[in-house]
């Protein structure tokens, strides 16, 4: 049971829901307070969090810079194309990497700038769960929430599991290339990729204060490896001692598909979207560390399409790099070494430049994972927090000393772990993760956004950082975007008799497995006992003369949002006395 009411400590906030730039789940007349701390007082930012209905838990040590530094290392632009090139180049070739990077940025920065603006007006760590549930229609704010917030924690835990894979294959390429009878063995894998999710658990445990300064490195250093790799590839080139131009001639560059699919071309490039999709599929991340961050319903949406916008610069950079450089699209994806990016090097670099690319974007690549721990943790907090999960008791729990959700470090790093088995099940088997967490991103990026457009009206409370009258277009052009592009990730390379199961795209499977498992849980049994995000705060209602007034149950049904102190709903109404 929550504490008795302290009316007298209240009225001193004089601040109710409808006074705050937010959307939120309580009504616009209520007033919050921490019942187990009442005399606490808040500032401006712990004001929005707790107008959200929730008791600030975590000390705010990120400010813009550093929540941008976060989520450019979770997008970590250098790993993740080397971890993707087998895409982004095998469907369509060079053409896919050019012009349909450009085609591939205006839907993602559009879904970008379409989520900066629902995370101003809803700056939790909850982010597009709480979202779908406040903005969804009259008694489907619950379903609209469990499928957003099942999709998006699938995404992000799987994100560092695809990330140190990928790192973990390119360290043993570099063994490869450097002893050429040493093959690669998937144990092998599986046991680097391990022991690099290990330090990340480890590291992702420590106070908000290190990992701000940790991930500050780490961005520093992937754009710095960015740069650095983006200039030494053109300018070590080794092709005109191959007898070749130093770069290709931009018609070919532009308009020479390779046939990596069954697909016509316009089709194929689509299917090259993927490695786009994955690679700018990070920025989100700024919106689940806002309850960590000052000034946050302004830094954070910066933070996002800060994000998307260089990332999507810097990586059509990388990208046109590869493309005019890369000598035979084939012969790099078929290498014996098992890593497209090594065996370009391997083309077109001397064998220690090669080394020496491979190890910073190995670095970069640990950085990366890094982020994506950090972000996939404090999503599984906040939705422990309200309790989705079995044993969420356990899993919402933050540290005493270090001030972060040690518990959701694990429980991820575990089925991380668990993800990380489907290395021995072979190369499509362990693709999918890169595929699925693609998927699950942007359909919860996008169900938010969909709701948003479509169904809110003048529900919507924008934050201080909005689109203004470019909220509809922008919207409308990102939910058209990722309506295309979800089937597209699930189509195979092949069609007809040239599909088997060996070449088949298991996407819709892995994705839809679970999501299948979790509906399923819906029907049965969570649509009894799930209503959306509790509220952790007691709240109170203003009278007419602007002093907080005692709300009296009165039975009858449950409004929407309202909470005891204990993050349970009330069931019944209140009557101002």
């Not at 022991?195 to 992937?222: E, R, W, Y």
């Not at 920025?283 to 946050?296: R, W």
């Not at 990016?341 to 190890?359: E, G, R, Y």
Request: charged letters at 15%; a negative charge; proline letters at 6%.
């Amino acid at each position: 049971m929550a504490s008795p009411r302290k009316t007298s400590v209240v009225s001193e906030r004089q601040m109710s829901v409808a006074e705050e730039p937010v959307t939120s789940v309580l009504k616009p007349g209520e007033v919050v307070f921490d019942p187990e701390n009442p005399d606490a007082t808040w500032n401006a930012d712990e004001e929005v969090l707790a107008a959200l209905g929730y008791r600030p838990e975590f000390k705010r040590e990120f400010g813009l810079l550093t929540s941008f530094s976060v989520s450019f290392a979770v997008l970590g632009l250098l790993p993740s194309f080397a971890s993707t090139l087998y895409y982004g180049m095998g469907y369509a070739g060079t053409p896919g990497m050019t012009w349909g990077w450009l085609i591939a940025m205006v839907g993602i920065q559009c879904v970008a700038m379409g989520m900066a603006e629902i995370c101003s007006s809803m700056p939790t760590s909850g982010g597009l769960y709480y979202a779908a549930a406040v903005l969804a229609p009259p008694g489907w704010g619950p379903v609209a929430s469990w499928i957003t917030g099942w999709s998006n924690w699938l995404g992000q835990v799987t994100a560092a599991p695809s990330v140190n894979y990928g790192n973990a294959a390119m360290i043993l390429a570099a063994a490869s290339l450097r002893n050429p009878n040493y093959v690669p063995e998937n144990y092998q894998v599986f046991l680097l990729a391990t022991l690099l999710m290990a330090v990340q658990c480890i590291i992702s445990s420590l106070p908000t204060k290190n990992l701000a300064q940790l991930n500050s490195m780490g961005s520093t250093f992937n754009m710095m490896a960015l740069i650095a790799v983006i200039i030494m590839i053109p300018a070590a080139t080794t092709r005109e001692e191959q007898g070749l131009p130093r770069f290709t001639d931009s018609k070919t560059v532009w308009s020479n598909f390779y046939d990596g699919t069954d697909w016509p071309h316009g089709v194929a490039v689509l299917m090259s979207f993927l490695s786009i999709i994955w690679t700018l599929s990070g920025y989100d991340s700024p919106f689940h560390i806002s309850e960590e961050c000052s000034n946050a319903n302004i830094a954070s949406p910066r933070a996002i399409v800060m994000t998307s916008s260089i990332g999507g610069t810097f990586g059509w950079f990388l990208q046109l790099v590869v493309a005019y450089t890369v000598i035979d699209v084939d012969a790099a994806l078929n290498a014996d070494v098992g890593q497209p990016f090594a065996a370009f090097l391997d083309q077109v670099m001397t064998p220690n430049f090669t080394t020496a690319i491979l190890a910073i974007t190995i670095i970069a690549g640990f950085f990366m994972g890094q982020g994506c721990m950090i972000a996939a943790s404090r999503v599984t907090f906040a939705y422990a927090r309200d309790d989705v999960f079995p044993l969420s008791v356990w899993w919402k729990k933050v540290n005493l000393y270090t001030k972060t959700p040690v518990n959701a470090v694990m429980i991820n790093g575990l089925i991380g772990l668990l993800l990380l088995l489907l290395v021995f099940g072979g190369d499509l088997a362990v693709g999918a993760i890169f595929s699925i967490a693609a998927i699950a991103q942007y359909t919860a990026f996008t169900i938010p956004i969909f709701i948003r457009i479509f169904f809110v009206g003048n529900r919507f409370r924008p934050g201080p950082w909005n689109l203004g009258k470019l909220t509809m277009p922008i919207g409308c052009v990102a939910c058209g975007f990722v309506t295309l592009m979800l089937p597209i990730m699930c189509f195979p390379a092949y069609s007809g008799a040239n599909n088997t199961p060996e070449t088949m795209n298991w996407t819709c499977l892995v994705f839809g497995g679970p999501m299948t498992l979790a509906m399923l849980w819906w029907v049965v049994s969570a649509r009894k006992w799930f209503k959306g995000p509790k509220v952790n705060l007691e709240h109170a209602m203003y009278g007419r003369d602007g002093k907080v007034v005692e709300g009296v149950d009165i039975g009858g049904e449950s409004s929407e949002g309202d909470g005891d102190g204990d993050g349970h709903r009330v069931e019944g109404k209140k009557r101002v006395e």
